[in-house]
């Protein structure tokens, strides 16, 4: 059996891995050159370490636990514009965690570089688009002009997923409305006294009455790990609060931007900003996917991102991951066609259960 992957992010990669591991035969490609992988920190919730304990090899996960922070990811605070506290919702640390999954906070290009270990992914091979072989194959179209034929497709190429446009062209995801500028702050001496200390200690919020809202998480490297230790921050509120040409904006505009977004809130919070790595500083805007209802089953399916992209509350790379494994599970027990539909029918009931979760729990902030 052949599978081709489309996308090299979190879902596809675990994906990758898990069949390889199990002796399927797996082809890789990825838009984007090696090493353009954006860092930042990422809260992986206990469904997501599951996930990678069950597809890696036993020496990647191990190092996936080793990279990861030492603080449990599991909590987080709402500050007000003076970095008062006004609310914390803590998880406590139960007993068995270990058997049942983990709150992991890792740094998200250290995860991807572990992800890829061993695997031979093809780089700068954009999909293009698939075709349905009568055979019950499919035939994959690369943007280098390769083209590859394989028993089954699986999109894991994000929120803009070229996959599903063509597998599911009626398929929405809706803007919200809401812009963000996000980036990385090194943690310096200066930063680490400019920061508010729950920002230090785990994941934090600082919201206005407007709209505005700025998320904050230190990602401090365990001892012996590479990497420099950083502060991430997002600067949210609604798309009019934020000029139109966004978008060609080079990047110290875009951090500027940010900054002075919030010039009116607690001064270290513009400063923070004002010191961030500008090659760290992207725009993008949150979305959500609309439920989608089965579709007849044929060999091209979708997983994370690609199919229920979600409103970021710290669990959608979790479900990706989720799905990877639940993916690479059903599709070694066979037979292929009934193993992606049952895939995809548990898969679409989780997920968009998260998916408006996610939007509801936001909508409550
Ligand atoms: C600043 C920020 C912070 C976040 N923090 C968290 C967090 O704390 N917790 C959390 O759960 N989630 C978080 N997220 C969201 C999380 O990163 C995603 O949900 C997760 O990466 C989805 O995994 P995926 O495998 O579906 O897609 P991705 O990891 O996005 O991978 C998709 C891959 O497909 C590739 N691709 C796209 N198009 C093509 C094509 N045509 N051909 C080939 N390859 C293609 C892309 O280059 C990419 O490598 C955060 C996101 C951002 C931006």
Not at 138 to 151: I, M, N, P, T, Y
Request: net charge negative; charged share 20%; with cysteine.
């Amino acid at each position: 059996m052949r599978i081709v992957v489309v996308g090299a992010g979190l879902s596809g990669s675990l994906l990758a891995q898990g069949l390889s591991g199990a002796g399927v035969d797996v082809a890789l490609y990825e838009r984007e050159a090696p090493g353009q992988a954006q860092g930042y920190r990422i809260h992986i919730a206990p469904e997501g370490d599951l996930a990678l304990r069950a597809c890696l090899p036993a020496d990647l996960y191990e190092r996936v636990l080793a990279t990861a922070a030492g603080r449990r990811g599991a909590g987080w605070r709402v500050l007000d514009p003076t970095l008062n506290v006004v609310q914390e919702t803590l998880v406590p640390e139960t007993a068995g965690e270990a058997e049942h999954g983990r709150h992991l906070t890792v740094d998200r290009l250290t995860l991807r570089r572990i992800l890829v270990t061993g695997l031979d992914v093809q780089y700068a091979t954009p999909f293009r688009r698939y075709e349905l072989l009568d055979d019950g194959r499919v035939r994959v179209f690369l943007g280098d002009g390769r083209v590859d034929e394989a028993d089954l497709l699986v999109g894991a190429d994000g929120t803009h997923s070229p996959v599903r446009k063509q597998l599911l062209p009626h398929a929405e995801v809706v803007e919200l409305g809401i812009t963000e500028i996000f980036g990385r702050t090194p943690l310096t001496d200066e930063v680490h006294a400019l920061a508010p200390a729950v920002a230090i200690d785990g994941f934090c919020a600082v919201t206005g009455t407007d709209g505005r809202f700025m998320p904050l998480a230190a990602h401090r490297f365990l001892p012996g790990a590479a990497g420099e230790d950083y502060l991430m921050w997002v600067v949210a509120g609604p798309a009019a609060m934020f000029p139109a040409d966004l978008s060609t904006m080079d990047k110290p505009a875009l951090r500027k931007t940010a900054a002075d977004l919030v010039s009116d809130w607690h001064p270290s919070l513009s400063a923070i900003v004002g010191l961030g790595d500008p090659g760290s500083v992207h725009t993008t805007t949150m979305r959500t996917a609309q439920p989608v209802p089965p579709w007849d089953t044929v060999p091209v399916t979708l997983m994370g991102d690609a199919i229920h992209t979600m409103v970021p509350q710290g669990t959608s790379a979790s479900v990706a991951l989720r799905d990877a494994a639940l993916l690479c599970r059903r599709v070694t027990e066979g037979p292929l066609l009934k193993a992606v539909h049952a895939y995809e029918a548990e898969m679409l009931e989780y997920g968009f259960a998260e998916v408006e979760r996610s939007l509801r729990s936001a909508s409550n902030h």
